[in-house]
């Protein structure tokens, strides 16, 4: 199964500092092939079913004062293998904000890294997630 990492995923509106309608991937980095824009130009995974990771990111000042709204859609029943894990925000040291979408308790939970040391500030609700696809609007603020 494949895992999805993106890190500072960039909503297809955004009322920010940066916003980006992925036309071409510009300052995109990572994983960049095994992404695709459909035909409403929502950011996808188009890699091929493996085990491992695909990862894109972009580089941002705009952390302070900011909020990401995410729209999600997954065409499957996430599990402990195949879920979404959404970095807010990273700095090069890996220190930062990530959502996870599914995982073993089927939640939506927020997390803060610091060198290393995983810490849950919001912990979702069981089974949420556990549906056949998923649909959802997400807001951090």
Same mark, same amino acid.
């Given at each position: 199964?494949?895992?999805? /990492?993106?890190? $500072?995923?960039?909503?297809?509106?955004?009322?920010?500092?940066?916003?980006?309608?992925?036309?071409?991937? @510009?300052?995109? *980095?990572?994983?960049? +092939?095994?992404?695709? /824009?459909?035909?409403? $130009? +929502?950011?996808? /995974?188009? +890699?091929?079913?493996?085990?491992?990771?695909?990862?894109? $990111? *972009?580089? %941002?000042?705009?952390?302070?004062?900011?909020? $990401? @709204?995410? =729209?999600? %859609?997954?065409?499957? =029943?996430?599990?402990?293998? =195949?879920? %979404?894990?959404?970095?807010?925000?990273?700095? %090069?040291?890996?220190?930062?904000?990530?959502?996870?979408?599914?995982?073993?308790?089927?939640?939506?939970?927020?997390?803060? !890294? !610091?060198?290393?040391?995983? !810490?849950?500030?919001?912990?979702?609700?069981?089974?949420? /997630?556990?549906?056949? !696809?998923?649909?959802? =609007?997400?807001?951090?603020?």
């Amino acid at each position: 199964m494949k895992k999805l /990492l993106l890190i $500072w995923l960039s909503p297809l509106l955004l009322f920010s500092q940066f916003t980006d309608d992925f036309t071409f991937f @510009e300052g995109w *980095h990572g994983d960049t +092939a095994d992404f695709s /824009l459909d035909s409403t $130009w +929502a950011l996808q /995974l188009d +890699a091929p079913p493996q085990t491992g990771n695909s990862i894109i $990111w *972009h580089p %941002s000042n705009a952390l302070m004062n900011g909020y $990401w @709204e995410l =729209n999600i %859609s997954m065409c499957f =029943n996430p599990s402990s293998s =195949n879920y %979404s894990k959404v970095y807010l925000s990273a700095d %090069s040291l890996g220190n930062g904000y990530y959502v996870i979408l599914g995982g073993t308790d089927d939640k939506i939970s927020l997390y803060k !890294t !610091t060198f290393g040391q995983d !810490t849950k500030l919001i912990d979702g609700i069981t089974d949420f /997630l556990d549906l056949n !696809t998923i649909s959802l =609007n997400l807001m951090v603020d």
